[in-house]
């Protein structure tokens, strides 16, 4: 650990680095205090272009420049002789708001998730660069790449197909969509509750560009703790103003997350793969089986 981290800058004040065993990131996650009693999280990552990281590093600057409650960026770069990507980021003291949200009254949880809906709005008011592909060209690749994935993978479950069905019915609704940064793996998982009960929004290690409302499509993993929660990220986002499409675009989203989930997961092994599963027959099940666009529980 101490030659991965040896040529980050300060590194020789740390403290205490110690390994945060959470989430399901290839990333290696640290909690860091150094000498003075200063608090962090470092992110260790498999190196990438230094063009990419630029462009990451720009957006979350401008991010950290706003007046939001989310963790913010201090310093990245290259470690480990070039091999790695950094990224240190500050501490937010709080709670996992996994494990407080069902001890909260109905209103506390609605309007957590309506505060986080305000966060995440503003999250999307930084750009994309303009040198990117369109997001039409972009996501029809990955619409493609997890429908294969899916079907090589061995795995089924109940109306699967009919999920893929809903999909390449709907595909076309990605057209001429806006692109924006993205938190990347939006949902109460990345969430906690600070000591003046606060929401405030953790764990960027997901970033990346494009359409704002492709965000929504880890809500069913809030939904599952808290319907109540769910419904107020969604008015929180939109003012309580749902604008026309955003249901049908929000569940072709969702179905592709899902079904590109299950490939994703047979590698962590067989408990992960069958949390996934589980979540996707629940996602049906409010979709009635993709034959709605809009969740029952909204």
């Not at 401008?62 to 939001?68: A, I, Q, S, V």
């Not at 589980?278 to 996602?283: C, G, M, S």
């Amino acid at each position: 650990m101490q030659k991965i981290i040896s040529d980050i800058p300060l590194s020789n004040n740390w403290k205490i680095v110690r390994l945060i065993n959470e989430g399901w990131s290839a990333d290696k996650k640290y909690y860091i205090k150094d000498n003075k009693g200063s608090q962090y999280v470092l992110r260790i990552s498999r190196g990438q272009s230094y063009k990419e990281e630029s462009l990451l590093y720009t957006a979350l600057r401008d991010l950290g420049e706003m007046e939001l409650p989310v963790s913010k960026l201090l310093s990245s770069g290259l470690c480990n002789d070039g091999k790695n990507t950094f990224r240190l980021f500050s501490w937010i003291e709080g709670v996992d708001l996994r494990n407080v949200i069902g001890d909260l009254s109905e209103e506390q949880q609605y309007e957590y998730g309506y505060d986080s809906g305000k966060i995440l709005k503003k999250i999307h008011e930084i750009g994309c660069p303009s040198n990117r592909i369109s997001w039409s060209e972009h996501y029809h690749q990955k619409i493609d790449k997890k429908i294969e994935r899916f079907r090589d993978c061995g795995i089924t479950f109940p109306n699967s197909e009919r999920l893929i069905d809903y999909i390449q019915e709907h595909r076309s609704l990605i057209e001429q969509r806006p692109q924006s940064f993205h938190h990347g793996d939006y949902h109460l998982g990345n969430m906690v509750i600070t000591p003046d009960k606060q929401l405030a929004v953790i764990d960027f290690n997901r970033l990346d560009f494009g359409d704002p409302w492709e965000e929504f499509n880890r809500i069913p993993w809030s939904a599952n703790k808290s319907i109540s929660f769910a419904r107020g990220q969604i008015n929180g986002y939109f003012k309580d103003e749902v604008p026309k499409g955003f249901f049908e675009l929000m569940a072709l989203y969702i179905g592709v997350n899902q079904i590109g989930s299950i490939p994703w997961a047979i590698p962590y092994g067989p408990k992960e793969l069958e949390i996934l599963l589980d979540q996707t027959n629940e996602v049906l099940e409010w979709y009635d089986n993709f034959d709605r666009s809009m969740p029952q529980w909204y």
